[in-house]
């Protein structure tokens, strides 16, 4: 079993079960992205592969509680601005971000590269 998401009233909760990577999460989206070429771009400019990409998701889907609110999703020419309001907590951190993720399609509507930058506040030093 994969990665899990369900949608109610416009927010997304996301919850792991059993990824066993690399079969569930690798091998599953090959007909929605861009293997050979792909590329991902963190929010500290860390690039990755498909391969590397899949392996720091499901390390961090394992450990993680994570739901979001939509704000907004925008389409422009083989690119789409996904904005979101993001809430996660990893052991006792929590975290409340804005993100935007940009995806780039290749010609066959499969995702060749996302981009992904955050909004927080500053952490309060005390």
């Known amino acids: 079993m994969g990665l899990q998401l369900e949608s109610r009233d416009g927010r997304l909760r996301g919850g792991v079960s059993h990824l066993g990577y690399p079969s569930a999460v690798a091998?599953?989206?090959h007909d929605l992205v861009d293997v050979?070429?792909?590329v991902r771009v963190g929010t500290f400019k860390e690039v990755q592969n498909w391969s590397e990409y899949t392996e720091f998701l499901t390390g961090w889907a394992s450990s993680a509680?994570?739901?979001?609110s939509f704000k907004?999703?925008?389409e422009a020419a083989g690119i789409v601005?996904?904005?979101l309001e993001e809430r996660s907590r990893i052991g006792e951190f929590r975290s409340v971000v804005?993100?935007?993720s940009i995806y780039e399609f290749t010609a066959d509507a499969?995702?060749?590269r996302v981009e992904v930058y955050l909004q927080m506040e500053?952490?309060?030093s005390g």
């Open 65 to 68: 509680e994570w739901d979001c």
């Open 81 to 83: 601005f996904l904005e």
């Open 72 to 74: 907004r999703i925008t």
């Open 122 to 124: 500053l952490p309060s």
């Open 36 to 38: 050979p070429n792909f």
């Open 98 to 100: 804005n993100s935007v």
């Open 110 to 112: 499969r995702i060749r």
């Open 27 to 29: 091998t599953r989206h």
